[in-house]
């Protein structure tokens, strides 16, 4: 499940008590990221309250780390509270592990948590130069519509299967798992 990733990455939810690691992660990307992860400026402190928001219900981020730091990230956001018809995804990968398949293996996740939410439209604010973002769309055409004529795509992800909740637990128990051996290596390393 973590197939093509970057030597020593991994993909898993981030945890409410992560929030902190994604201000971070977003604080590190550089200018032109930061401004395509936005649709356009924004200032440390914007950043700092909107990856605390991350933490509230119903937000989903899945995280791609290196080494146990957080360097690429999914963010999943229902629209309104209850059972959200409609939300907004949004992608940063860290310069250096761009264009390296990682933003593909989020967005698969991404759909595959929205699918399972009952999400019928998913949004991506985009810029319609994002031509790296154009192209990993492009390979989920089969889940999703899109228009780069304006800035906005959206996605119609199918419904979920007992099979598609499966994917999703069984991607999440992965997770644990290896978070748990990494911070094993981590106490090993350090003694
Ligand atoms: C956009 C972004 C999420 C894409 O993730 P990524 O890990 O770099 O992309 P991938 O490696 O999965 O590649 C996706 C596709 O884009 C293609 N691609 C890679 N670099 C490209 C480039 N410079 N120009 C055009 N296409 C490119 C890849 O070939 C791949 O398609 P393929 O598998 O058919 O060959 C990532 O680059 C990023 O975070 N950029 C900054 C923030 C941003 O733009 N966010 C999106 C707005 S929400």
Not at 23 to 49: C, K, M, Q, T, Y
Not at 163 to 190: F, K, N, P, Y
Request: with cysteine.
């Amino acid at each position: 499940m973590q197939d093509h990733l970057p030597d020593g990455g991994a993909v898993r939810k981030i945890w409410v008590g992560e929030t902190d690691a994604y201000r971070d992660h977003l604080l590190r990307l550089d200018p032109e990221s930061r401004a395509r992860r936005f649709s356009g400026g924004v200032s440390d402190e914007f950043i700092a309250r909107h990856a605390a928001s991350a933490g509230e219900v119903g937000v989903v981020v899945h995280g791609f780390f290196v080494d146990g730091v957080l360097r690429g990230a999914a963010e999943l956001r229902p629209y309104g509270t209850g059972f959200a018809r409609e939300g907004e995804a949004a992608f940063s990968i860290e310069q250096p592990w761009q264009s390296q398949g990682v933003g593909s293996l989020l967005l698969e996740r991404t759909l595959l948590s929205a699918r399972n939410r009952g999400i019928k439209h998913l949004h991506m604010h985009c810029l319609a130069d994002n031509k790296r973002m154009q192209q990993l769309a492009r390979k989920f055409e089969a889940d999703l519509h899109f228009d780069f004529g304006s800035v906005v795509g959206e996605v119609d992800p199918p419904r979920s299967t007992v099979l598609s909740l499966m994917r999703e637990a069984m991607a999440d128990a992965h997770g644990v798992t290896s978070s748990i051996l990494e911070a094993q290596s981590r106490l090993l390393g350090a003694a």
